[in-house]
Nanobody
């Protein structure tokens, strides 16, 4: 029962903030690399942010300085704090978990973030 469940997507105004959460179960969460991908309509899915088991982070250039990824291993949860949101951030955000040994990927079903006036 491997499962990733995203939550927190909403409609927000430009300049606003939003915090996404991804709750994991059925996997060894603490050792997995966790990531947030996003996909806008008609566009390819892209990596927005990732965090390793050791806490190293990586961000897409488009979100650097505005988004922060974090994880709470005790809660098996990864977060994405999004600040200074722009209309270009509008997308479905997907939680991803990758096993560091085998590279096996797990995906959530996504949560929609809409940035609009």
């Amino acid at each position: 029962q491997v499962q990733l469940v995203e939550s927190g997507g909403d409609l927000v105004q430009p300049g606003g903030s939003l915090r996404l959460s991804c709750a994991a179960s059925g996997m060894t969460f603490s050792i997995n690399t966790m990531g947030w991908y996003r996909q806008a309509p008609g566009k390819e899915r892209e990596l927005a942010a990732a965090i390793t088991s050791g806490g190293s982070t990586n961000y897409a250039d488009s979100v650097k300085g505005r988004f922060t990824i974090s994880r709470d291993n005790a809660k098996n949860t990864v977060y994405l704090q999004m600040n200074s949101l722009k209309p270009e951030d509008t997308a479905t955000y997907y939680c991803n978990s990758k096993n560091p040994v085998y590279g096996t990927n797990y995906w959530g079903r996504g949560t929609l973030v809409t940035v609009s006036s």
